[in-house]
């Protein structure tokens, strides 16, 4: 990666902290984060992340195996703080030894990040307030991931540009920071290098990496999306404190509207409670993305997608993506 001498100089600190080439880290996509994507973008210089979503156990033990047969480089895994068995799921990280866990989904439970510090594993966080940032930093997460609501998937309701303005400046001289959301092109890259980010993180460039195992149909919704195509989903009602979630505008955003009407009346009736209401909802969001990604239904299923989506418009080998981000950034910091 010598070619990129002053890319690598701004990213050097992101670059010791994930132990790879590039401080490009993979947004970890359910369903699409998974083996081949995660161990073809880390053997490209690049981090990948494994996306345990609603995995089992069981599931994210032989996830990470495979990912280990397909790559000696590091990669990380991506646990969701509200998943009922999330310390057995870090027990699996513990028993593979993984380097690196990213905690999203919301505040890491109490001892979530100690267990993950008890067997050597570097812990990333996600925060959508500055206050809440230096929190987590102070009680132990290693490096931040600030992410704006251009990103795909579960987004928050300030642009990427907004949070870096406010949380670089004050975070960026003592801390590993990951700036997400909206990131197409190597340019932008190197804008948020230089106002202090360690490195960036990408999801939506990934998705339709050639190595990337969406279905053809999910591939070619994102090649002919532009950027207004890609909306954050709607909340029915304010009791149900449903995170956002942008995906591409189909069938299956409607279908989710009335799923939450659906889970908002069981809970007026008294049938659930709100994390059982919660977790309703995270597993519509699963069985949706997993129709649009492995089954090719992108109408009736979730085509999750973040507004960079219009720079994406051809299937590329992921060292072709992270090679052309490093050159694209390399030629704007010249």
């Excluded at 068995?85 to 866990?101: G, M, N, P, Y």
């Excluded at 995906?247 to 059982?276: C, H, S």
Aim: include cysteine; glycine fraction near 10%.
């Amino acid at each position: 990666m010598t070619a990129y001498p002053k890319t690598t100089k701004l990213m050097q600190r992101g670059i010791d902290f994930l132990g790879s080439e590039t401080a490009i880290l993979c947004g970890a996509m359910s369903w699409v984060s998974e083996r081949h994507l995660v161990a073809a973008i880390s053997n490209a210089g690049g981090f990948g992340v494994i996306a345990c979503g609603a995995m089992t156990p069981e599931l994210l033990d032989a996830e990470i195996a495979g990912t280990k047969a397909l790559t000696a480089k590091p990669f990380g895994v991506n646990l969701i703080t509200m998943h009922p068995q999330l310390f057995d799921l870090i027990a699996v990280c513990a028993k593979h030894q993984v380097s690196h866990v990213v905690l999203a989904g919301g505040i890491p439970p109490k001892g979530s990040v100690e267990a993950i510090k008890e067997f050597g594993g570097k812990v990333l966080v996600f925060a959508p307030t500055l206050a809440l940032a230096k929190r987590l930093l102070r009680t132990g997460a290693d490096a931040l991931v600030i992410e704006g609501s251009e990103a795909g998937g579960h987004i928050g309701p300030v642009a990427t540009s907004v949070l870096a303005q406010e949380f670089l400046p004050e975070l960026a001289e003592d801390h590993v920071v990951f700036v997400a959301g909206g990131i197409g092109r190597g340019d932008m890259i190197a804008a948020y290098l230089e106002m202090g980010a360690s490195g960036v993180q990408l999801g939506t460039r990934f998705a339709c990496a050639s190595e990337s195992i969406a279905h053809p149909a999910f591939k070619q919704a994102f090649f002919r999306a532009n950027a207004r195509d890609a909306e954050a989903s709607v909340q029915v009602d304010p009791r149900l404190p449903v995170i956002p979630v942008r995906a591409l505008r189909n069938k299956g955003t409607e279908a989710f509207t009335a799923k939450q009407r659906e889970v908002a009346q069981l809970l007026d009736e008294g049938k659930i409670d709100m994390g059982e209401a919660q977790l309703q909802i995270e597993h519509f969001w699963a069985g949706a993305l997993r129709r649009a990604v492995i089954d090719g239904d992108v109408e009736h299923g979730s085509v999750m997608a973040g507004q960079s989506v219009g720079m994406v418009t051809k299937e590329q080998p992921a060292a072709e993506i992270v090679a052309e981000l490093m050159a694209e950034s390399e030629a704007a910091l010249g």
